[in-house]
């Protein structure tokens, strides 16, 4: 009677770990068609249960593109959120103690945790082109975004509009296995950059940055050039 119990129970199974490096990035499937795209520098642990469909993501980032079941809910746990999503296509990225929610299609709900997914409080909803930010002490208020443009590192691209070269930067560096620096100008504070750049390509980031830096001080001497104009007085 003991076998016979063991053999009907459903066991858990046991886990899957994948941890990637600086650009790095890795495509896994589940048994129900379900998939998930791992991003670089990041650590995710897969339950893949018969009840369940559970991701845990200590850091990093993952593009979650899930099978609707209505018997096996879809989760995806960081240290500050637990994401929910049934047939849908959303991304959640966990890095610098905040926890960033993405949803490309369809609509996902983000509950605060307490702790480490247990004691779920405040809650928000996102829908598509919807982003949801959880930091602590501040309000989880969906914002609008370009979804597409957001995730195209699921495509080996990082999109930036209107971005400081720092931010573009430092958004290049989370994704390429080339780790640039901000070059030392006191210009550089005040570009704004937009543009869409290969993760692969390092170089034409660096010329792209270069050719905006020239542009600006051609601009500003031209400006320095120009004779200022004295206002006339009535004699």
């Keep these: ?24 990035t ?5 048994k129900d068609g379900s998939g998930l795209f791992v991003g670089a520098d990041t650590k995710v642990i897969i339950h893949d249960e018969v009840h369940e469909r559970r ?16 018997t096996r809910p879809f989760y995806v746990h960081t240290p500050l959120a637990t994401v929910r999503a049934v047939g849908t296509k959303f991304a959640v990225d966990h890095r610098d103690g905040r926890t960033e929610v ?38 989880m208020i969906p914002r609008a975004i370009d979804a597409d443009a957001w995730l195209a590192w699921e495509r080996g691209l990082v999109v930036v509009r209107q ?26 504070p005040l570009i704004t950059v937009t543009g869409t750049f290969d993760v692969h390509r390092p170089d034409l980031l660096e010329r792209f940055l270069d050719e905006q830096l020239r ?14 104009s004295i206002p006339r007085t009535d004699p």
Excluded: C
């Design 215 to 228: 542009k600006r001080k051609e601009l500003k001497s031209q400006a320095q050039k120009q004779p200022k």
């Design 163 to 188: 971005a400081s070269v720092q931010s573009a930067i430092a958004r290049f560096n989370r994704h390429s296995a080339f780790a640039l620096k901000v070059p030392r100008d006191s210009e550089i």
């Design 55 to 70: 991701i845990e993501l200590p850091y990093g980032q993952v593009i979650s593109t899930v099978q609707h079941d209505s």
């Design 102 to 139: 993405t949803t490309s299609d369809g609509q996902v709900l983000i509950q605060r945790n307490t702790h480490w997914g247990f004691g779920l409080s405040e809650s928000a909803q996102a829908a598509r082109d919807q982003q949801v930010i959880v930091k602590p002490g501040e309000p």
């Design 26 to 30: 890795e495509p896994v499937k589940l």
């Design 1 to 24: 009677m003991v076998l016979l119990a063991l053999l009907l129970t459903p066991h858990a199974i046991d886990p899957t770990t994948i941890t990637t490096g600086p650009g790095q």
